[in-house]
């Protein structure tokens, strides 16, 4: 439980009240005063940052809602030995009152357990927890790296709907080591119109100051000095390899034909 001694802002309108705290101020602080912080503040209710934190590794099997169910039990367990206790408590007094040691007293009912923020307001503050994480997460996100994939395919482009249908033919995506797809782009035909992207590429790691990626893994033009190489040229200390995907994709068809399969391995 935390409690906070603040100023309410009321709306003249509606009449709403505000608690006189935002991102804004908070960012106005010293990291070090920063991390001291415990909670997430809303209008009303507050956050522990170990909550906050369940939310971020969010999957199939961890939705807010499973979030919620597991806070709403956790909540029930420690609300239990909490009354267990005061009962117990209270059983010792009542029998201190019976042998007349001390005078007889009232006692009060256990209090209710306090009800449990839905999954909706979880969703809240981690929107929240995200904003306040919004430097690391770009920083994350537009992260460069030193070994580079570089892949077409056609599945994306056929999604296009609209007016955008039948304007392209294939996606071609550069990740880094981490899975992050740091560049995208669509074109009429596999392997045709990726200059731009490419010097896009290059620019983007001069401009951040980073050292050009030592590998690039790719699906095709790979072998002497290709259009592809040609285009990498002012990165001419990168090494370009097939990746270890199509590399087994052409093993299979150079080690089997129709009459004998290749054994599994």
């Given at each position: 439980?935390?409690?906070?001694?603040?100023?309410?802002?009321?709306?003249?309108?509606?009449?709403?009240?505000?608690?006189?705290?935002?991102?804004?101020?908070?960012?106005?602080?010293?990291?070090g005063h920063r991390v001291q912080f415990p909670c997430i503040l809303t209008s009303k209710l507050a956050c522990d940052f170990e909550v906050a934190s369940l939310?971020?590794?969010?999957?199939?099997?961890?939705?807010?809602?499973?979030?919620?169910?597991?806070?709403?039990?956790?909540?029930?367990?420690?609300?239990?030995?909490?009354?267990?206790?005061?009962?117990?408590d209270c059983k010792g007094i009542a029998s201190a009152v019976t042998s007349g040691l001390i005078l007889p007293m009232p006692f009060d009912p256990?209090?209710?357990?306090?009800?449990?923020?839905?999954?909706?307001?979880?969703?809240?503050?981690y929107a929240q927890d995200v904003l306040r994480r919004l430097d690391e997460i770009k920083a994350t996100i537009t992260s460069h790296g030193r070994i580079l994939k570089m892949d077409s395919t056609k599945k994306v482009a056929r999604k296009l709907a609209g007016k955008s249908y039948g304007t392209a033919t294939s996606a071609t995506n550069v990740g880094n080591e981490h899975g992050r797809v740091i560049m995208s782009v669509l074109t009429a035909s596999e392997g045709y119109g990726l200059s731009p992207m490419v010097e896009g590429l290059i620019n983007r790691y001069r401009m951040a100051g980073v050292a050009p990626p030592e590998v690039l893994y790719v699906d095709r033009d790979f072998c002497g000095n290709t259009l592809l190489r040609r285009m990498f040229e002012e990165w001419n200390n990168m090494t370009i390899r097939l990746d270890i995907w199509h590399f087994m994709r052409r093993f299979a068809v150079g080690c089997s034909t129709d009459s004998t399969a290749m054994p599994l391995l």
């Open positions: 439980m935390y409690f906070v001694a603040s100023e309410y802002l009321a709306c003249r309108r509606c009449k709403r009240k505000v608690i006189s705290w935002s991102h804004g101020l908070f960012s106005q602080l010293d990291i939310m971020r590794q969010r999957g199939l099997g961890n939705s807010s809602s499973q979030i919620q169910r597991k806070l709403q039990e956790r909540h029930a367990e420690v609300w239990m030995q909490k009354t267990v206790q005061y009962l117990q256990a209090p209710a357990m306090p009800p449990v923020p839905k999954h909706r307001w979880l969703m809240q503050v």
